[in-house]
DNA sequence: TTGGAGGCTTCTTATATATTGTGGTGAT
DNA sequence: ATCACCACAATATATAAGAAGCCTCCAA
């Protein structure tokens, strides 16, 4: 069982804003911008609800949604706001994209890191408990990265399709159990 | 000299370790 | 009152991806 935790998705608005005003415009805390800080301006419409960062351009990305689904009802809320601002016209055409999903599943069971280092292969893996106490397992065909750790816990990132991830962590899974 | 390429900044999220820091409590 | 000590909290470490703007470095 995947379970995505966090989603990243990118678009642009036709337009270029003026960071400036629409900061003051809508107001903390919903919007946020600290331009000798960072360059975007962070918007949140609600504690815990995804976060927006819009820049000068009209590119903006969504981080914290838990769904394609939310990423798009979020983005809907965030065109909403500007078109009702006057800022852009509807509909808004311009591209909107998921770029990263980043999904949590479990083994079942402990692992053994060390061991886990030699069956996936040397040059696929990184395991410096010191630095990190999760191994890195960068699969051949993947498109995504995976953590895993001692307590059979993993952390499948990089993929920009909820499939690709299930597909990684599938094989993933196969390899762990033929050396187990 | 200039431009391009690369690296860093910010943020999100799960995961798990070590380390640093802070606050409180007990004893002197 | 002041110091030792413990508990807990926060931060660092690492991963991916997008964005703009700053930096450094190297080549033509």
Redesign the pocket.
Known sequence: MV?I??V???G?LDAELDLERLADDIGEPVA?Y??E????M?L?FEE????I?V???????I??A?SEEESYSFRERFLNLFSDMDVIERPENKWFSI??Y???A?LGQNLN?NALVISLGLEKT?Y???????L?Y?PDNG???I?V???????I??S?QTADAECCFADFKNSVYKTL
């Open positions: 379970e935790v966090n990243v998705a990118s642009a946020r600290d331009p800080k960072y360059p975007g962070y949140r815990d609800a995804p976060l960062t820049y000068r351009t009209g590119k903006f990305i981080t914290g838990d770029q990263n980043v999904c949590t479990e890191l990184e410096e408990p010191e630095q990190f106490p999760g890195i960068r498109n995504c990265v953590l750790f001692a307590t059979g816990k993993v952390v990132t990089g920009k």
